[in-house]
């Protein structure tokens, strides 16, 4: 969709009144789309291309190489999991016989000695990573890109914050030992017929605060539900697709939306062509509980969800979406 809503982040860093014309355009986004896409957002060319080479460098390797990155405890996001068996569809109890897609994921790299951090505190949320000793460069290059967008997203927390009219530094102390993800979404050529309605990711609202996504692959395939139609998100060239999830909106009350976005099939002609994307899934402290700001709710705007806790919704959401693809 060329009519996202764009924001420059060195414009919204360049002077206070930029940071406030910036910060309406976001509201204005997140209000009625849910999503923008991010320019002049400082991430180095390199590092995504490293990225993008090493994580294909993965996804090639023989599915039993791959299978040994496999984690028990498939709700923690770490390590690889084979086309079907999530279903982001899942999450919103619909069967679809699991998204099209095969998944690394990775959590934050260099967990602090804290008890805070530890497993008896923080459950699975801070559980060591996996790593592809195959690609001996995989690792660094991960960690790296890792880093550079947990810095973008306090960035654009602080923006989000300004936009909400709250003070600048509002949420800094909800999102500084956060939880958040980086996933590499795989799209497979697609070789034979899908089930009925099974697509390349079933259509879903992200988890957390906000998504940033990566994408650049020509085939595209991205949708987001609005007008009550599917308007495809076409990428356009380094720049970050932003998305709301459902934790925004429960914080905003509903004043921003977490739209509905799926991933489609490519027509017929182009099924053989495989897609690479990736998302980096913002989920604030595992002990953040979210519930309607103040300068969202009156007399007239009752609070509509009840309080959760960060770590809780990440938990259950991922457990659903693996209740409804293949069970391996
Ligand atoms: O691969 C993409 O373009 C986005 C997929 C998606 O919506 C997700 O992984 O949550
Ligand atoms: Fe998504």
Not at 81 to 86: A, D, L, Y
Not at 100 to 113: C, N
Not at 208 to 215: D, V
Not at 277 to 301: H, K, M, R, W
Request: with cysteine.
């Amino acid at each position: 969709m060329s009519t996202l809503p764009l924001v420059s982040l060195s414009r919204a860093l360049s002077s206070d009144s930029e940071r406030r014309a910036e910060a309406r355009a976001i509201d204005a986004a997140n209000r009625t789309v849910g999503f923008l896409v991010l320019t002049d957002h400082g991430v180095a060319a390199d590092l995504v291309d490293d990225l993008y080479r090493v994580t294909a460098e993965f996804f090639a390797l023989p599915a039993e190489i791959k299978n040994r990155y496999v984690t028990a405890n498939r709700a923690a996001s770490r390590g690889y999991v084979p086309p079907k068996v999530r279903s982001l569809a899942a999450t919103r109890e619909r069967m679809d016989g699991g998204d099209l897609v095969e998944l690394f994921a990775a959590g934050l790299p260099h967990v602090p000695d804290d008890p805070y951090f530890s497993p008896e505190h923080a459950g699975i949320n801070f559980r060591p990573n996996v790593w592809p000793a195959e690609i001996p460069r995989f690792r660094a290059v991960w960690e790296t890109y890792y880093d550079a967008m947990q810095a973008l997203a306090a960035q654009l927390m602080s923006l989000f914050a300004t936009a909400l009219d709250l003070p600048a530094d509002f949420f800094d102390d909800k999102i500084d030992r956060h939880i958040s993800n980086l996933f590499a979404n795989h799209y497979p050529p697609i070789l034979e017929q899908p089930a009925p309605g099974q697509i390349r990711v079933g259509e879903h609202t992200d988890y957390g605060s906000l998504t940033l996504l990566h994408q650049r692959d020509e085939v595209g395939g991205l949708e987001v539900h609005v007008g009550g139609r599917w308007v495809p998100v076409e990428p356009m060239a380094g720049a970050y697709v932003v998305n709301i999830g459902d934790l925004m909106a429960r914080w905003t009350n509903d004043r921003w939306i977490s739209t509905l976005h799926r991933v489609q099939n490519p027509p017929p002609e182009r099924l053989s062509m495989g897609r690479l994307s990736f998302p980096f899934f913002c989920q604030p402290n595992y002990d953040t509980v979210i519930e309607a700001l103040p300068s969202c709710v009156g007399p007239a705007q009752p609070p509509r969800y009840p309080p959760i806790s960060s770590g809780e919704n990440m938990i259950r959401k991922t457990e659903r979406s693996f209740s409804g693809g293949n069970t391996r």
